[in-house]
């Protein structure tokens, strides 16, 4: 990844978005660009033009986070953008590594699989940052059931949900999920920008998917920490769950996400008939 395109694009999408009337400034007759002008952006920042040109062309060395604040009040970021400006602008600064191959296969650690293993009622995946699915627990499995049953080994969400025509049916709201599929790439592309994996991958499904390389181009970020995701499942039907998403502290890129049903809801009782289906289908293996 280059990261002065990256910061380019980024604050150019993002200077885009605002009129000058959204920050108090007058139109001014005939605009050649959408949005604000960099000389606006500049002034609502109070840095001179020229810095904030070579700022946004990528030359971010040695620029406080005083003037990164300022650009972020300037552009109206929100917390998760403001964080990804940051997150660019260090790895500006980072000597660039040799490139390492990625690994073949992804190892769960024991201790983590130990945990998602005891978490009974609630189906808990672990995912790294490029969405490879490097664990579960036994619900978990079956809750994404449709995505373990088209690969051999770990499977990779953003593959599947670009790639595969089952997509849309696995995830109802195909949408929602296309999109923090790529606002998740977009962080960890900006947090190992020399990662051969996550560019590997970028570039596959930007390749091969029209709906992933116009998503990519917006350089959109969102958080994705907690909320509510929709689920077809082939035996039990739909699924609405909640989630939480939470850093694994001993297994640095690690995320374990773990999901809940409404009590008394219709995907409470899904999750049951989920629990029986595997037991039922596990002792039908033991005795075939």
């Known amino acids: ?20 009337d959204q920050v108090g400034l007058p139109a001014g007759g005939r605009r050649r660009v ?8 500049a002034m609502l920042a109070g840095v001179s033009a020229e810095y904030y040109v070579q700022i946004e062309r990528g030359g971010v060395s040695g620029v ?13 970021l929100d917390d998760e953008e403001t964080k990804h400006l940051f997150t660019l602008a260090r790895a500006a600064a980072t000597k660039p590594r040799r490139r390492k191959p990625a690994r073949a296969r992804v190892e769960m650690p024991e201790p983590v699989q130990a945990l998602v293993d005891a978490m009974i009622t609630a189906p808990a995946v672990v995912q790294n940052g490029h ?21 051999d080994g770990a499977p990779n969400l953003a593959r599947f949900i670009f790639l595969d025509r089952r997509a849309d049916e696995t995830f109802p709201d195909w949408n929602n999920a296309a999109d923090d599929a790529v606002a998740m790439l977009r962080v960890e592309a900006a947090r190992s920008p020399y990662s051969t ?9 930007a390749t091969r998917s029209d709906e992933f390389r116009t998503r990519w181009a917006a350089h959109d970020i969102k958080a994705h920490r907690r909320g509510t995701k ?5 035996v039990v039907g739909d699924l609405t769950l909640r989630f939480e998403a939470l850093e694994v502290a001993s297994a640095a890129g690690l995320t374990l996400y773990g999901f809940t049903a409404e009590p008394g809801s219709s995907s409470e009782e899904a999750l049951r008939l989920l629990s029986s289906w595997i037991a039922t289908d596990s002792v039908a293996h033991q005795h075939s």
Do not use: C, Q, W
């Open 64 to 76: 406080s986070d005083e003037v990164l604040d300022a650009i972020a009040t300037a552009l109206r």
């Open 230 to 234: 929709r689920f077809h499942h082939p």
């Open 131 to 151: 969405l490879d699915i490097v664990g579960a627990n036994a619900l978990g499995r079956a809750l994404y059931a449709d995505v373990y049953d088209r690969v």
């Open 34 to 41: 959408a949005g604000l002008r960099r000389e606006e952006v």
């Open 197 to 205: 994996a996550v560019t590997g991958l970028v570039g596959e499904l």
């Open 1 to 20: 990844m280059e990261i002065a395109k990256e910061i380019k694009d980024f604050l150019t999408t993002r200077r885009a978005r605002i009129t000058p």
